[in-house]
Nanobody
Framework: QVQLVESGGGLVQAGGSLRLSCAASGRSFSAYNMAWLRQALGKEREFVAAISSSGWSTNYLDSVKGRFTISRDNAKNTVYLQMNELKPEDTAVYFC??????????????WGQGTQVTVSS
């Protein structure tokens, strides 16, 4: 069992930065691949970034490549999403999720409650 709690969301101007954190409880955090997904108002949830259990592999949504960086610290049971050069279209609720899958069409075993990110123009 893994419980996930996100933090770090907020209101930022376009071009600004935010760092999201997702703290996990449970002893098996390092066994899971971790991902960030987001859901904008009125839209479907979409994949943003993922990192493998070891941290060696990452994947990103094309529109965030070069602006967002996913990382993890298995000693702290935490995964991060550094978001730079934020755009109004990045406004959404951001969720972290844990999966034993990797690659296209990952299925997630555990979800956090989400944290709101709002980017003003």
């Amino acid at each position: 069992q893994v419980q996930l709690v996100e933090s770090g969301g907020g209101l930022v101007q376009a071009g600004g930065s935010l760092r999201l954190s997702c703290a996990a409880s449970g002893r098996s955090f390092s066994a899971y691949n971790m991902a960030w997904l987001r859901q904008a108002l009125g839209k479907e949830r979409e994949f943003v970034a993922a990192i493998s259990s070891s941290g060696w592999s990452t994947n990103y949504l094309d529109s965030v490549k070069g602006r967002f960086t996913i990382s993890r610290d298995n000693a702290k049971n935490t995964v991060y999403l550094q978001m730079n050069e934020l755009k109004p279209e990045d406004t959404a609720v951001y969720f972290c999720a844990a999966s034993r899958d990797w690659g296209y069409n990952m299925k997630y075993d555990y979800w956090g409650q989400g944290t709101q990110v709002t980017v003003s123009s």
